[in-house]
T-cell receptor
């Protein structure tokens, strides 16, 4: 069974540009979560999508946004990139809120570097 | 707000010794407590979890204990091996809630 897959593995952008990160959940999982892991720091909750809708977002500015597609894959968009956006962005999936199961399986992450 | 504190931030042990990592959570409604292991260049991997109706859970060399009254939970690794070296994260959430709140991580180094 394929795990959570993320692309690209690495992305280099300059300040002010936009970045788009993509995530494919485990087959059968309907919830997708995005976390930011800055160097030396823990995992900060960004966004949660379930059944195509944004269910909750963490304490991040509106230039962090995303969406979930009908096939449950998701993308994270970061506009007007700032240097401090440099981090590992982790996607996780779960069976979804309808099941009541919040066991998350993580992908390997996309490392975003902003120069 | 929700918060999870994790200690220590780094832990060095000799191969064969035990390692203990402790976490404290703030939201008394939390009832799901997973532990994740993150190796270099990889995403976090679930290694063990516990729900609030259980006080202790064991899986081979790892065990987790939960004290709901004190809002503490701990990870115990016995007979440590070099391959246990990684960053370990605790987390907490409520049943069917929308997110896991993670601790800041513990870098465990096991020396041969």
């Amino acid at each position: 069974e394929a795990g959570v897959t993320q692309s690209p593995t690495h992305l280099i952008k300059t300040r002010g540009q936009q970045a788009t990160l993509r995530c494919s959940p485990i087959s059968g999982h309907t919830s997708v979560y995005w976390y930011q892991q800055a160097l030396g720091l823990g995992l900060q909750f960004l966004l949660w999508y379930d059944e195509g809708e944004e269910r909750n977002r963490g304490n991040f500015p509106p230039r962090f946004s995303g969406r979930q597609f009908p096939n449950y894959s998701s993308e994270l968009n970061v506009n007007a990139l700032e240097l401090e956006d440099s981090a590992l962005y982790l996607c996780a999936s779960s069976l979804g809120r309808a099941v009541g199961a919040n066991v998350l399986t993580f992908g390997a992450g996309s490392r975003l570097t902003v120069l | 707000g929700e918060n999870v504190e994790q200690h220590p931030s780094t832990l060095s042990v000799q191969e064969g010794d035990s390692a203990v990592i402790k976490c404290t959570y703030s939201d008394s409604a939390s009832n799901y407590f997973p532990w994740y292991k993150q190796e270099l260049g990889k995403g976090p991997q679930l290694i063990i979890d516990i729900r609030s109706n259980v006080g202790e859970k064991k899986d081979q060399r790892i065990a987790v204990t939960l004290n709901k009254t004190a809002k503490h939970f701990s990870l115990h690794i016995t007979e440590t091996q070099p391959e246990d070296s990684a960053v370990y994260f605790c987390a907490a959430s409520g049943w069917n809630t929308d997110k896991l709140i993670f601790g800041t991580g513990t870098r465990l180094q096991v020396f041969p």
